[in-house]
Nanobody, 118 residues
Framework: VQLQASGGGLVQPGGSLRLSCAASGRTFSNAVMAWFRQPPGKEREFVAV????????SYSDSVKGRFTISRDRTKNTVYLQMNNLKPEDTAVYYC????????????WGQGTQVTVSS
C-alpha cells in the first residue's frame, strides 16, 4: 500500500490542523493505520492508531484529548485532527500502515511538517 500524507503547516499555539493520509495500491481491510511524529533532534514516536475496520482508537498520553484519529473508508483516507496545538507538537508527522498481527509498520508516508510557533 502506498501512503501520501498532507496537511502540515505553520500554526500558532492553540491553533488547529488536520492531517490527511491517502492510501492507494494494495489496501487491506484488516489494516492498522497509525500516525507517528519525529520532533527535531529526537526519535520518532507514536501518536495515534486506528483499525481500518473500526473500533476504538488509541493515543499517546501527550496528545490524548487534543488529537483525534479517524478514517473514511470511502476515500481510503485516514485523518489526524489536531486541536490546541502546542510548540512541543512541532515535528514531522508520518502515517503508517500494517496488516493486523504484523509487528512492524511496513508502509510509510513521506512525512508532513507541522510547526507550532508564535
Amino acid at each position: 500500500v502506498q501512503l501520501q500524507a498532507s496537511g502540515g503547516g505553520l500554526v500558532q499555539p492553540g491553533g488547529s490542523l488536520r492531517l490527511s493520509c491517502a492510501a492507494s495500491g494494495r489496501t487491506f481491510s484488516n489494516a492498522v493505520m497509525a500516525w507517528f511524529r519525529q520532533p527535531p533532534g529526537k526519535e520518532r514516536e507514536f501518536v495515534a492508531v486506528i483499525m481500518w475496520s473500526g473500533g476504538s482508537p488509541s493515543y499517546s498520553d501527550s496528545v490524548k484529548g487534543r488529537f483525534t484519529i479517524s478514517r473514511d473508508r470511502t476515500k481510503n483516507t485516514v485523518y489526524l485532527q489536531m486541536n490546541n496545538l502546542k510548540p512541543e507538537d512541532t515535528a514531522v508527522y508520518y502515517c503508517a500502515a500494517k496488516p493486523r498481527g504484523d509487528a512492524r509498520y511496513g508502509s510509510w508516508g513521506q512525512g508532513t511538517q507541522v510547526t507550532v510557533s508564535s
